[in-house]
């Protein structure tokens, strides 16, 4: 597709379940961020990965949060036994190159840990 | 801490006024500066971005934003808004010394309301 795309769109879950969310990115991209958005907040870094490789992993808020891109293309998002202070929207953003260069966001999951 | 900050939360404007958002940032050495717009209902799009040169930077859809270098800011304008220009503005900063990664460091976002 032309854009990033992630999925679902929308995730309800009871606390203490685990999810996964997905994030297809621009085809080529190397770079793959995943950003957390509190209500009324701007997007937080979690990780990147340039290629398959997860390069930083520094804004995992815990180690119930877990990303992989395997193949360097799509890249899920794993939430372990999800808490309320999860819900949030995960946008996902890809670049063509790793290095100080645009972002491309994809639409974002929203998360809803009830 | 280190961080980016918009100090306008929700600003309401009439159709043609005049538009100016605030950013500030609190880190020394080079930064590289962007503002996203967030339409209703859509994803982050990138407006605007400075690396070098000149501190005057046209984006898309009739911004601007001018980096001061002593002010620690990059504030966002626009001579006359359009009630399509409602949607939410993010500044965001790429820090120094990330080595060469390009994550960015957000603000929490201005809430522009365009009135007819």
């Known amino acids: 597709g032309a854009g990033v795309s992630q999925s679902p769109r929308y995730k309800v879950a009871k606390r203490g379940q685990d999810v996964a969310l997905r994030c297809d990115p621009i085809?080529?991209?190397?770079?793959l961020f995943w950003y957390q958005q509190a209500l009324g907040q701007g997007p937080e870094f979690l990780t990147y990965?340039?290629?398959?490789?997860?390069?930083?992993k520094s804004g995992l808020p815990s180690d119930r949060f877990f990303a992989e891109r395997p193949e360097g293309s799509v890249s899920t998002l794993k939430i372990q036994r999800t808490q309320q202070e999860d819900s949030a929207v995960y946008l996902c953003?890809?670049?063509?190159?790793?290095?100080?260069?645009?972002?491309?966001f994809g639409p974002g999951t929203r998360l809803t840990v009830l | 801490a280190q961080s980016v900050s918009q100090h306008n939360h929700h600003v309401i404007l009439s159709e043609a006024a005049s538009l100016e958002l605030g950013c500030n940032y609190s880190?020394?050495?080079?930064?590289?500066l962007f503002w996203y717009v967030q339409y209703p209902g859509q994803h982050l799009q990138l407006l605007l971005k400075y690396f070098s040169g000149d501190p005057l930077v046209k984006g898309i859809k009739g911004f601007e934003a001018e980096f001061i270098k002593s002010k620690f800011s990059f504030n966002l304008r626009k001579p006359s808004v359009q009630w399509s220009d409602t949607a939410e503005y993010f500044c965001?900063?790429?820090?120094?010394?990330?080595?060469?990664?390009?994550?960015?460091?957000f603000g929490t976002g201005t809430r522009l309301q365009v009135t007819l």
């Open positions: 965001a900063v790429i820090p120094p010394n990330t080595g060469t990664a390009s994550k960015l460091t």
């Open positions: 085809s080529g991209h190397v770079s």
């Open positions: 880190y020394g050495g080079t930064v590289n």
């Open positions: 953003a890809c670049g063509i190159r790793l290095s100080y260069n645009e972002q491309f």
């Open positions: 990965f340039q290629n398959e490789a997860q390069l930083d």
